[in-house]
């Protein structure tokens, strides 16, 4: 992995989706996956057009001589210009993974909702984290009993009962542990996706919770938000026949991570792959992402890092 590598944060700001189309159960328009885990993600090709439009990445820009067009073309690539039959497009330089879940967020009886995870995604975030190259050595979390949660410290956390040690997500019940190497991942990940934000720092660490596997797997699952959505007919002003439909959404406060790089630069036009990466992936920025965007929804916080050293 190239030494230009970013991890690419995403915060979920208002209810997000990013679909496929039709769906073959009860919701008609539900979120994009992953094949095997079933776990929401947000595909590589979304985050990279995102940022191509946000930074106005058009056809006309990228075909300029000047200094922005030259970046724009090696960062996004562009098409053969109109009009000219010799070959001149390239491939955009920044690679783009898809960010997959990180922190579903889950209503809780106590502390009003909790960012939980699991120890088979903190595995899999540990092994993307370490290709930045500058983090810090991450534990690994051992498998969690059915019935348990663990937290980072029990002086702090808002999402448990402390007279019986219970956290009530849903309608599901655990008995709560504090647990050394669930506070050090709850720390590294508190800096790297709010960071300078000491207050949301704390909010996550009361709030971040680890489970088994198979319970997040169940939670990935019913844990989504859906919406019924119906046309209104113009002349009656009724529901229109037929026009029910259910839309699927990762819930607001939904957490994400991916990775982003640039190795190889095209065209060989004098930009580097550094220059590349500290010119689009190094601010956090405020974007609209997915469907729906006049309904408000999509608003994400993009944030990189290089591994939070």
């Not at 937290?151 to 019986?164: A, G, H, L, T």
């Amino acid at each position: 992995m190239s030494a230009n590598t970013r991890m690419c944060w995403i915060h979920a700001l208002t209810p997000l989706h990013v679909g496929v189309g039709r769906g073959i159960g009860f919701i008609d328009l539900p979120i994009m996956r992953e094949k095997v885990t079933q776990w929401p993600l947000v595909p590589g090709s979304a985050i990279k057009g995102v940022l191509a439009d946000h930074f106005g990445a058009t056809e006309e820009a990228r075909d300029k001589e000047d200094e922005k067009g030259r970046l724009l073309r090696a960062a996004f690539g562009r098409a053969d210009p109109k009009g000219e039959k010799k070959e001149s497009a390239n491939s955009g330089s920044l690679v783009f993974t898809d960010a997959r879940l990180v922190c579903l967020p889950v209503r809780s009886l106590y502390g009003t909702f909790a960012w939980v995870t699991s120890p088979l995604v903190l595995k899999r975030l540990k092994r993307d984290i370490e290709t930045t190259i500058k983090v810090k050595e991450l534990p690994s979390l051992e498998d969690i009993e059915a019935e348990q949660l663990q937290i980072p410290d029990e002086d702090s956390s808002v999402i448990f009962d402390k007279e019986s040690k219970k956290s009530y997500f849903e309608d599901l019940d655990f008995i709560t542990k504090s647990d050394e190497k669930t506070k050090i991942w709850a720390e590294h990940l508190a800096e790297w996706i709010f960071p300078n934000d000491e207050l949301w720092q704390n909010e996550f660490k009361k709030r971040f919770a680890v489970l088994s596997d198979d319970t997040f797997n169940f939670l990935c699952e019913m844990g989504t938000e859906v919406q019924a959505h119906v046309r209104i007919a113009p002349d009656k002003k009724t529901v229109q026949s037929g026009a029910l439909w259910y839309e699927e959404f990762l819930p607001a406060e939904t957490i994400l991570g991916g990775l982003v790089w640039s190795e190889q630069v095209f065209p060989k036009n004098g930009a580097t792959s550094t220059q590349l990466i500290e010119q689009y992936c190094s601010k956090d920025l405020k974007l609209q992402i997915g469907g729906k965007a006049t309904a408000g929804k999509g608003q994400v916080q993009f944030v990189f890092s290089d591994g939070g050293q």
